[in-house]
T-cell receptor
Framework: DAGVTQSPTHLIKTRGQQVTLRCSPK?????VSWYQQALGQGPQFIFQ???????QRGNFPDRFSGHQFPNYSSELNVNALLLGDSALYLC?????????????FGEGSRLTVL | AQRVTQPEKLLSVFKGAPVELKCNYS??????LFWYVQYSRQRLQLLLR??SRESIKGFTADLNKGETSFHLKKPFAQEEDSAMYYC??????????????FGKGTKLSVKP
């Protein structure tokens, strides 16, 4: 089991562009959460997907949107990129019915906005 | 508003010395507290959670609701404990999954 996998690992965009980040959850997991980690900060919750629907959302603008597919994989989309969107984007998976609070994280996608 | 505070950005100790990483939280509901750790070149992973009241790798943490704290302790630090430690708060929406509020983290450096 490769665990949570994310792609791409690094990418560079310019202001105003759009980006799509991808995540495959750990085998057997059905819930995907996305976090943004700015330099020197802890991860900040963006949203969570379960059964292809957004289940919870943090304090992020509508420019941040997501999707979950029937195979439980997920995408994070960010439109109209700003310089402040430069960060490490982490995907975490879990099994909703096993509410232990343990999240399994991927290695992240590092986004740089120029 | 919910908040997690880790007052130390960096904590440096010698091998064999006791370690305490501080974490304070702000939440009016029933909190669920976690410690996550990130070793060099590894992904973020759960170290321990308050509900299990277990000791992992010699680390323990006790939830003190009166002081709203969840400090992480180890009596004798080892060099392999050097890592970034994040305290996290959950328990919202009736469950602890997914929506965690993380502190800014404390980098623990254990010197030989």
């Amino acid at each position: 089991d490769a665990g949570v996998t994310q792609s791409p690992t690094h990418l560079i965009k310019t202001r105003g562009q759009q980006v799509t980040l991808r995540c495959s959850p750990k085998s057997g997991h059905d819930t995907v959460s996305w976090y943004q980690q700015a330099l020197g900060q802890g991860p900040q919750f963006i949203f969570q997907y379960y059964e292809e629907e957004e289940r919870q959302r943090g304090n992020f603008p509508d420019r941040f949107s997501g999707h979950q597919f029937p195979n439980y994989s997920s995408e994070l989309n960010v439109n109209a990129l700003l310089l402040g969107d430069s960060a490490l984007y982490l995907c975490a998976s879990s099994l909703l019915t096993r509410d232990t609070g343990e999240l399994f994280f991927g290695e992240g996608s590092r986004l740089t906005v120029l | 508003a919910q908040r997690v505070t880790q007052p130390e950005k960096l904590l440096s100790v010698f091998k064999g010395a006791p370690v305490e990483l501080k974490c304070n939280y702000s939440y009016s509901g029933s909190p669920e507290l976690f410690w996550y750790v990130q070793y060099s070149r590894q992904r973020l992973q759960l170290l321990l959670r308050h509900i299990s009241r277990e000791s992992i790798k010699g680390f323990t943490a006790d939830l003190n609701k009166g002081e709203t704290s969840f400090h992480l302790k180890k009596p004798f630090a080892q060099e392999e404990d050097s890592a970034m430690y994040y305290c996290a708060l959950g328990g919202f929406y009736g469950g602890s999954q997914g929506n965690l509020i993380f502190g800014k983290g404390t980098k623990l450096s254990v010197k030989p």
